[in-house]
Structures are given as C-alpha cells and as structure tokens.
T-cell receptor, first 117, second 111 residues
C-alpha cells in the first residue's frame, strides 16, 4: 500500500481564497483524522471520521473550516475564506479501529504546508 | 485540543547516551502511543502501550505507563545521530477512537 496520500504537498494562496486539502487513507482503514500543526499550538486534532461519519469536530476552529468524507477512500478539508492565521501544516492520518482490534496505531500522510498571504 | 504535557520540551545529548522523555495526560485512557517526527515529515508510529500494561519494549525503545499518576515515559537507549527528531505521545480515551497528541519533545543527538 502507498500509505496515506495527501495533496497538494504545498499550497500558497491569497487571503480570502478557498483552499481544499485532499486525503486518501490507507485502503481498509475505517478511521480518518485531520490535524493542524503549528509552532505555537502544536499538533491539534481538528476532526475525525469513523466509517465515513464525522464523530468529533470540536477541534474545528471556525465555521470557515469544513471537512467531508464522501466515501472510504477520500476526504477533504476546506477553508473558505482563508486567512493568514490558517498558515500551518495540515496532516491527515488513518487507522483501523473497532471492537476486537488491538492495534490502533495511526498512519500519517506527509502533510500539506499551507501558506496564506 | 492537547491532551497533556511532555517534558522536557527539548533535550540534547551525546551519541551513545540514553534519552528519556516524559508525558502526562489527564483522562482515563484505553492506550497511549509514541510517535516520531523528522523535520518536515509526517509522524511515524513507534510503540503502543495499553492501559493494563506497565512496560513495553521494542528494540532500543522502552515505554512505561503509570495510570495512577497518568504519566508515561519513553527511553531510547544507546542513542544515535539518526534518532534526532521530535517525539510525541498520544492518547486514546476509553470508549473513543480519537488520538490526541501532546506538545512533543525535540531530541537532538550530538555526534
């Protein structure tokens, strides 16, 4: 398996523009996580899905942020409109979770470095 | 949201020495995991310890868990320059699946 695939790797956009980050989880995994990493705030959990359903979005900072998982192999994180303070590295991770599953390690993508100018 | 704190925030040691990093958390957990992040890269899973386990080994890694103190430690023995990275602990709460990370320890191994 190619692992968790995120695109794009780098994104530079102007303030006010819409930004869409994409993630393809590992085939067969049923949990997907979106994280944001900055020097000031560390690694923050934004939202996680289980079986394509959003379970906890309490980490989404504002209504400008939205995430979808239309099927088991694809998820998006959208920021509209973007602001300079959204500049960060955004990571997607996936894992296999559930009753009877003993190893719940998460596998991370390489991240998308977002710069909003 | 951050689960807890890691200590120290930064650690610099000589190659060959042992490195110990600590993690504290606040909730009742199902398991605790340690991850490593090289600069500019994604996190890589190192080891998982369940709430009913007290110690676990994997190669040069040794993890302990004290649920009464809500703390864990990661020991890297015989450190190498290639161990230079940031190390994060993460917890999974009981009855949940979400993985919440600490702030991390930046480890530098000097050759």
């Amino acid at each position: 398996d190619a692992g968790v695939i995120q695109s794009p790797r780098h994104e530079v956009t102007e303030m006010g523009q819409e930004v869409t980050l994409r993630c393809k989880p590992i085939s067969g995994h049923n949990s997907l996580f979106w994280y944001r990493q900055t020097m000031m705030r560390g690694l923050e959990l934004l939202i996680y899905f289980n079986n394509n359903v959003p379970i906890d979005d309490s980490g989404m900072p504002e209504d400008r942020f939205s995430a979808k998982m239309p099927n088991a192999s694809f998820s998006t994180l959208k920021i509209q409109p973007s602001e300079p303070r959204d500049s960060a590295v955004y990571f997607c991770a996936s894992s296999l979770t559930g009753q009877g599953i003993r190893n719940t390690e998460a596998f991370f993508g390489q991240g998308t470095r977002l710069t909003v100018v | 949201s951050q689960q807890g704190e890691e200590d120290p925030q930064a650690l610099s040691i000589q190659e060959g020495e042992n490195a110990t990093m600590n993690c504290s958390y606040k909730t009742s957990i199902n398991n605790l995991q340690w991850y490593r992040q090289n600069s500019g890269r994604g996190l890589v899973h190192l080891i998982l310890i369940r709430s009913n386990e007290r110690e676990k080994h994997s190669g040069r890694l040794r993890v302990t868990l004290d649920t009464s103190k809500k703390s864990s430690s990661l020991l890297i023995t015989a450190s190498r320059a290639a161990d230079t990275a940031s190390y994060f602990c993460a917890t999974v709460d009981r009855g949940a699946q979400k993985l919440v990370f600490g702030q991390g320890t930046r480890l530098t191994i000097n050759p």
